[in-house]
């Protein structure tokens, strides 16, 4: 896996590279990241890497060319995708997809934008890692860099892999414990303890329902709500959904 970045804050990406299991897997080869600094192409006595925009208004431009010579020195794996909020949404299917390619790169804009040249004639994508606004794409970089180096066989071993999977069933993580059973009068629940795995997988389950319907009826609703097994399940712990999240897709309306 191959992932060049293109920034005015190389320090900062390249730091960030090195630390942690992303680190780990550079070190061992299995991730090569080249962190590029825009700065390092401009010729001009300033070192200019922005502009004022064409038409007025505030604030400043990442400039087309110092963009253009650094992809023209480097030749940087393709796609060439830039950060911003106008992007295609990052998710975990994307993750995926981008690890399938073997490589890609990512350009950092900074200020108000990038001149729009590039857009047009240089980069392959946009990609947001959310509906806020950063001062700059680097930390939207290091996000994408995680969640995909992650995912390079090697990096954390194949232990996530099937856990991975189940956030694409579409539903959130079940709570977990560890020791002590007791901490200070709290008590982890019994059924974990129970030694019936069975049971275990099933509160298991019922607990990822609940979470889902409580805390992402985006997910909820594109999963289509309940089945009749999971209503079972809900009630074998006792568990209630919140107010019309109960109905499966194509049952009983929640409400009129
Ligand atoms: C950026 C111009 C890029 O703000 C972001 C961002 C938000 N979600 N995903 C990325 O990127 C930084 C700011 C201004 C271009």
Redesign the pocket.
Known sequence: MRIDVLSIFPEMVEAFASAGLLGKGRRNGLVEVRVHDLRSVTTDAHRSVDDAPFGGGAGMVLMAEPIFATVEAVDPPRPLLA???G?RRFDQAMARELVATGGFSLLC??????DHRVHTNLIDGEV???D??????EV?AMVIMEAVGRLVPGVMGNANSAEDESFSDGLLEYPQYTRPATLRDLAVPEVLLSGDHGRVARWRRAQSLLRTAQNRPDLWHARGGLGPEEQRLLAEFGLVLPASMGAAAGGEPAHS
């Open positions: 950060l911003g909020p992007g804009g900074r200020y108000e934008g990038i947001s890692i959310g806020y606004v950063l001062a700059g794409g939207a």
